[in-house]
């Protein structure tokens, strides 16, 4: 069993940074691959970027390359998801996940284990 806590969301203003941290408990973090997903109100949740097992290589949706970078420590079995030049778009409750798959699992299905959310808020 995993249990995974998010902190770091807010209000920030258009442009602004903000670091997402998600700190799980449990055994053999390093044994999975972690991930980031959002949701927006009305909206279904989305994939963000997600970090491989163990060294892991990184994958990122899209519309946040270049401005999101997600990186773990192993050893303080933590996911970070650094957010710059934030949109309002960006706006949403900002998930971790765990997932026991190997390369860079993508969809909601193969994740394991949620966290409980942070809300993030970019406003214009």
């Known amino acids: 069993q995993v249990q995974l806590v998010e902190s770091g969301g807010g209000l920030v203003q258009a442009g602004d940074s903000l670091r997402l941290s998600c700190t799980a408990s449990?055994?053999?973090?390093?044994?999975?691959?972690m991930g980031w997903f959002r949701q927006a109100p009305g909206k279904e949740r989305e994939f963000v970027a997600v970090?491989?097992?163990?060294?892991?290589?990184?994958h990122y949706t899209d519309s946040v390359k270049g401005r999101f970078t997600i990186s773990r420590d192993d050893v303080k079995n933590t996911v970070y998801l650094q957010m710059n030049s934030l949109k309002p778009e960006d706006t949403a409750v900002y998930y971790c996940?765990?997932?026991?798959?190997?390369?860079?699992?993508?969809?909601?299905?193969?994740?394991?284990?949620w966290g409980q959310g942070t809300q993030v808020t970019v406003s214009s």
């Open positions: 449990g055994r053999a973090f390093s044994r999975y691959a």
């Open positions: 970090v491989a097992r163990s060294i892991g290589g990184t």
């Open positions: 996940a765990a997932s026991s798959s190997y390369g860079h699992p993508l969809g909601t299905g193969e994740y394991d284990y």
